[in-house]
Every structure is written in structure tokens, then in C-alpha cells.
């Protein structure tokens, strides 16, 4: 494992020696690409998306996610017919997602007449006078990740997960044992496949180490049934074989060419499969993480109000369908009696939506104090934003508690933030337990990091 960790720590570095140009300094740590927009982008996406909002706050659909609704909307409701499926229904749960009525209407319209093609037509750009409405500036500008290991980057899931891919197939060349075994656990997100994948190569390396005299155990039949499905199915197994010294080779097999993995008989290559062993058990996944998208804000009148980008209600067509199946569900439930029991697990079903969710704290200090606001994933822990309030604290050691807008209390770390309530947004106090200043005025103690208190802004 110790190798793993060097293997690590040493492209870190790397990654920041190059990150690093003319002018910059490999200390600081906001030196880094401005990828994410700041607060003068969200004004010209503000003046670019001159569309109205919904009722509920959400930011409108653009013109490519109304066709997106109608073909969707044509695709479910003919997928659903022969289930009796319920048009209304469905329309209610695009209208959910922040549609209005007009748009989801005329994207049923539209791709009525488009027929079997699922495509809306000129019905998808009309937009009455009601809804061209100013688009006001975004709580924050989208969802981004970032990844230390690879560098300072910070980018939509997408390309962050296209970054990692090119990052490893370039330490690939630098490192190929390491880097191979850390390739199969990242691109592969089936755990299931990935174990079996990982069982079956370690058991070709086992019998070699076991048995290094024996022929048949140093050359894999590529067409073998158990090898394609279990080995050649994983994305980078044929990286790690050839950096355990394994060579695709053509061997004539009872009378016919055939493609091998063979590894040669007149190499020991006994530490190294020694050390592949090592890593194919202990490698990690090179993840993205969610960027905090950290703001700092001067309190004012606008705390309360959020309105947040699409990324955090945007759902796929899969999950469209489990949405306009629970609705069906519900109108079933709406005619049985219901247990308490029962309605609290259709309550947390409910909050299941939400994939992101934006908290502002309230932060002590002179002037009203400020508001430190961050980004999290629906289904993080509340751990997760104690965390992120306390890097952000001058003193990381302070005792403090977190409570809702109102003051409860917040006292269960392991909670996910969904199970508190605290989606798609939500406000909370910062509360300090140290013993009240002299001054009897908690506001005289500066609690945020200079670094962060840099960032503040107009909300």
C-alpha cells in the first residue's frame, strides 16, 4: 500500500509543478484555472437567459431542454399507453421539474404532430408575454467537481470524468503497474463485475507464482467464453496483464490461429506479479469530488431566496419513469388507509429528487456577520458540512453546533442531509460554544479564514 501512496503523492506534486507558471507560487492554494464561473459570468448568463422562472423558483428550461421534455414526454406517454398510462399525470410531473403549463402543454402538442419520431416542432419556442419574465442570478452557477490527484481543475462531471480518463492513460506510460491497477478500479463503476474481474485475474496470477514451471498457466485463450465475460469486459484488464509482463501473442491451437495472452516462459517474474498481486487488492478509484463552489456573503434580504440552475432537478429518462410510476403509486395509496409508518417512508421516497442541495450558514461577526454558502450532494452526511464549515474557521479546533433557520438543533453527524430536510436548499446557523467574549457580543470574534473572508460578495 505504501507504494500506492507514493505513487499518489508524487503526481500530486507534479501536477502542481506544472500547474504552476510564471508568477504563481506552489504554496497557494487558490492558484488554479478559473473554470468555475464567478459572480460577473452569472451576470451575463443572467442577461443571456432572459426566461421566465417557475412559481416554485427554479430557473426556466432553455429551448433545447423543451425539446428534450417533448420528446420525452412523446416517448414515455406512447411507452405508457398500453399501461393505461395517464397523460396528465405525466405532464404533472414535467410541470414538477419546472416547466410551466404553457411549455409543457405545447411540447404535448408538439409531439402529438411530430408522430413516432418523438420531435416537438415549431410549438417548443412559443412563450406567451406572462413568461418572459428576467432571469435573476443564480444561487451558483452550475454543479462542478475537482479531483487533487490530477490537479487544480475544477469542471462539470463530464469533462472532470473525461480528465481523469486522459490523466491515467498518461501515467500509464510513466507507470504502468500502479497505474494499470488504478485504471480498472476507476473505470469500471460495476462493483459486481469488478470483483469477479479482480478474482479471476488474481487466481492467473496465483497459479503462476504457485506454479512458474507450468506451461498452461502462462498463456490465457483471448476467446476463452469465462475470460471475455469476467476479464475483457472490464475497461484497462488488458493494460494491467501487459504490465504484469503478459504479451498478445497468435498461437496455432489444434490446427487453427488463435490470440493469447502468454506470458514468456524464460521470464521471472516473480516480484512483479508479487507486486501486481499487491495492487489489483488494494487500488482506489481515482474519483471526482464535488467542488463546494464556496461563497461568502454580506447578509441582507435575499438570504432566503434561491434560485438554482437545472443540473439540481435535471433527472434522466430512467428516473422520469420511477417518477411518473410513484405518482401512479400514490393515487392507489390516496384510496387505502395509510399507517404513520408508511407515510414518513413515502415522505423520505419523496426527497429522493434532489440530487444537490445549497446551504447558507449564518456566520457571527461585525456588521450583521456573513453568510457562508457551499454546495453538497443530497445524500451527503451533515458531517459533511461541519467539515466544510471548519476549514473554513480561523481556529479549525472551535466547538460549534449547526442549527436549522429556526434554532433546532442539529446534533445527528451521521444524518444525510435529505433525511433533515435540507434539500434543494436550506438556511442554518452557525453557533459557537466557546464562553461569550467580555463584550457579551459573540460578533467581535473574528471566525472566518482571511482566505475565505476574500471571497465575499453581494448577495
Avoid: W
Amino acid at each position: 500500500m505504501s507504494q500506492l501512496k507514493k505513487f499518489f503523492e508524487k503526481t500530486k506534486k507534479d501536477v502542481k509543478f506544472k500547474a504552476a507558471g510564471q508568477g504563481h507560487s506552489l504554496g497557494r492554494s487558490d492558484d488554479r484555472p478559473s473554470v468555475q464561473p464567478g459572480p460577473s459570468h452569472n451576470n451575463q448568463r443572467a442577461a443571456q437567459t432572459a426566461h421566465s422562472a417557475s412559481t416554485t423558483g427554479r430557473p426556466g428550461p432553455s429551448d433545447t431542454n423543451q425539446r428534450a421534455a417533448q420528446a420525452a414526454l412523446a416517448r414515455l406517454e406512447q411507452r405508457m399507453g398500453a399501461m393505461g398510462g395517464n397523460a396528465n399525470l405525466l405532464r404533472e410531473v414535467y410541470t414538477e421539474m419546472g416547466y410551466s403549463r404553457v411549455e409543457v402543454e405545447a411540447g404535448a402538442g408538439a409531439s402529438t404532430s411530430a408522430g413516432s419520431s418523438g420531435v416537438g416542432g415549431s410549438g417548443s419556442s412559443h412563450k406567451t408575454g406572462n413568461e418572459a419574465a428576467e432571469h435573476p442570478v443564480l444561487a451558483v452557477e452550475g454543479v462542478f467537481y475537482k479531483c487533487p490527484v490530477i490537479g487544480p481543475f475544477v469542471l462539470p462531471r463530464d469533462e472532470m470524468e473525461k480528465k481523469i480518463q486522459e490523466f491515467l492513460r498518461e501515467q500509464l506510460a510513466i507507470d504502468p503497474t500502479i497505474t494499470s491497477a488504478v485504471m480498472l478500479a476507476t473505470f469500471n463503476k460495476d462493483k459486481e463485475k469488478l470483483q469477479s474481474g479482480r478474482e479471476t485475474l488474481r487466481k492467473y496470477l496465483e497459479n503462476i507464482l504457485q506454479q512458474p514451471g507450468e506451461e498452461k498457466y502462462r498463456k490465457i485463450r483471448v476467446q476463452n467464453k469465462a475470460f471475455q465475460e469476467r476479464v475483457l469486459a472490464l475497461e484497462a484488464a488488458d493494460k494491467f496483464l501487459e504490465a504484469a509482463g503478459f504479451q498478445k501473442v497468435t498461437i496455432s491451437n489444434e490446427g487453427k490461429d488463435e490470440d493469447f495472452f502468454q506470458l514468456p516462459s524464460a521470464d521471472d517474474l516473480t516480484d512483479r506479479l508479487t507486486l501486481m498481486l499487491e495492487y489489483l487488492d488494494q487500488a482506489e478509484p481515482v474519483l471526482a469530488e464535488l467542488d463546494r463552489g464556496i461563497r461568502v456573503f454580506r447578509p441582507s434580504g435575499a438570504v432566503s431566496h434561491f434560485n438554482l440552475p437545472e443540473d439540481f432537478y435535471s433527472r434522466t429518462a430512467e428516473e422520469l419513469q420511477e417518477e411518473y410510476a410513484r405518482r401512479r403509486a400514490d393515487l392507489e395509496k390516496s384510496q387505502t388507509l395509510r399507517t404513520r409508518a408508511m407515510r414518513e417512508q413515502d415522505t423520505q421516497r419523496s426527497a429522493r429528487k434532489h440530487r444537490f442541495t445549497v446551504l447558507r450558514i449564518r456566520m457571527p461577526g461585525p456588521d450583521g456577520g456573513f453568510i457562508l454558502q457551499g454546495t453538497f450532494g443530497a445524500y451527503e452526511k451533515l458531517s459533511a458540512v461541519e467539515a466544510f464549515v471548519r476549514e473554513n474557521l480561523i481556529n479549525e479546533q472551535l466547538p460549534f453546533v449547526l442549527t436549522t433557520a429556526v434554532g433546532n438543533r442539529l446534533s445527528n453527524a451521521e444524518a444525510r442531509l435529505n433525511e433533515l430536510d435540507l434539500v434543494p436548499a436550506a438556511i442554518m446557523n452557525f453557533q459557537s460554544l466557546l464562553p461569550v467574549p467580555p463584550s457579551g457580543r459573540n460578533a467581535d470574534i473574528p471566525f472566518l479564514k482571511e482566505e475565505s473572508m476574500a471571497l465575499m460578495q453581494i448577495l
